[in-house]
């Protein structure tokens, strides 16, 4: 019947028997009788039984289709088995239980020469070394358990208030004052005015208190031996900035930039506008040293040695560490076929070892805390009975 399905059937009510092969009608050469009628419904019959027929016969082709199609999850497994022995793509879900080694352990040429190497140990390893013992523990793997708890800690942010306090102290080792003159120079320069300052051309000298008025400016400038020309600008009413500079004016004030004559702010120590009255009428004490204070020594900052690094912690071994005589495929390019190698060796792996682990999450608090902290001032206070005034240059 050339394989297919043969069903043989008997047209009982008609005058002529049929015979149903693979979905075609084939006539008998035998009339058993009856007229031309019956020989009509007789083949209308059997074109509705063949129309039966090829429906069921498409029926059962589709059912054994799917039958193919679904099969037992064993088979699916084994076949994914079979499809992940990619070295270069590592299956974290095969080779947990028993497997069926593919072809390629028989076929590809870089895989059999790394079961050649697995199986084949020098005769100076093979007293410590089994290649099936040493593949079950190679393909032996760690399921991972994290516990997550959680750490309430508390974040504090203080909120600061700053109170400023004044006390005042008397000094009285200090009975006398000394005011300094400053002696005419034909070179001086005074009374210009610029807002345009260059610290660094003209010397600035930020060691000063700004706040005071000319003549006291100018004094700053006279006990300040390097000082050779200071700038005032403001008033009584609204407060002076007073600052000092290393670099006199120059001639016709070269040395101030954008400087115009008739001024009121740029002045070289000399000059005389911003004198005392008793500078005017005293009399001068000649070769009088100038005052210098003594600056203040800046504290250096304390440098704490950091604590000596702890030594590096020794690197974990793998479960199972390449014997010797495999040393050189530690390396990942060179080792990559070691694992399907070790599948292709045995058929089953040892129960996955569970690890667990616990991470602590934190969780933060926020928390305010309101503190003062009092800024303390000293105002000292001296006396003084007499005033000295010395002509200074």
């Known amino acids: 019947m050339s394989g297919r399905n043969s069903i043989m059937t008997t047209a009982e009510k008609g005058s002529r028997k049929h015979k149903y092969l693979g979905g075609r009608i084939v006539q008998s050469d035998r009339l058993v009788g009856g007229g031309f009628l019956r020989g009509i419904n007789s083949q209308l019959s059997c074109r509705l039984l063949d129309s039966i027929m090829q429906s069921t016969r498409i029926f059962f082709s589709l059912l054994s289709l799917a039958t193919s199609i679904s099969a037992s999850p064993l088979d699916v497994q084994r076949l994914e088995a079979r499809q992940q022995w990619n070295p270069f793509s590592p299956c974290s879900s095969c080779f947990r239980s028993s497997w069926t080694q593919g072809a390629e352990c028989k076929t590809d040429a870089n895989l059999l020469k790394t079961i050649s190497r697995v199986l084949n140990p020098p005769a100076s390893e093979t007293s410590t070394y089994t290649p099936t013992k040493w593949c079950t523990d190679y393909l032996h793997q760690t399921d991972w358990s994290t516990t997550y708890t959680t750490a309430s800690l508390t974040s504090t942010y203080t909120n600061w208030t700053i109170t400023h306090l004044f006390v005042t102290k008397t000094d009285l080792d200090h ?130 040695p950091a604590p000596p690094a702890p030594p590096y912690a020794a690197l974990a071994k793998r479960d199972a560490p390449l014997p010797p005589y495999m040393s050189d ?65």
């Open 175 to 304: 009975p006398t004052s000394t005011r300094l003159c400053p002696s005419s120079s034909s070179g001086m320069e005074c009374g210009y005015d610029s807002n345009t300052i260059a610290p660094i051309e003209q010397g600035e000298d930020w060691s000063i208190e700004h706040a005071i008025p000319p003549t006291e400016c100018q004094q700053v400038c006279l006990e300040h031996s390097a000082c050779k020309a200071y700038r005032v600008d403001g008033s009584d009413q609204k407060g002076w900035n007073c600052e000092i500079f290393n670099v006199g004016l120059g001639k016709n004030a070269s040395n101030v930039i954008n400087a115009t004559p008739k001024g009121t702010q740029w002045w070289d120590r000399n000059c005389q506008q911003h004198v005392f009255d008793a500078c005017k009428t005293a009399p001068a004490l000649p070769n009088a040293a100038p005052f210098i204070p003594t600056p203040a020594v800046a504290l250096q900052p304390i440098i704490t």
């Open 329 to 393: 495929l530690s390396y990942f390019w060179s080792g990559v076929y070691l694992t399907p190698a070790c599948s292709c060796i045995i058929t089953s792996a040892l129960p996955a070892t569970l690890k667990t682990s616990t991470q602590v999450v934190t969780k933060w608090i926020a928390s305010t805390v309101y503190s003062t902290y009092e800024d303390w001032f000293t105002v000292t206070t001296t006396p003084r009975s007499t005033t000295i005034y010395t002509t200074v240059g």
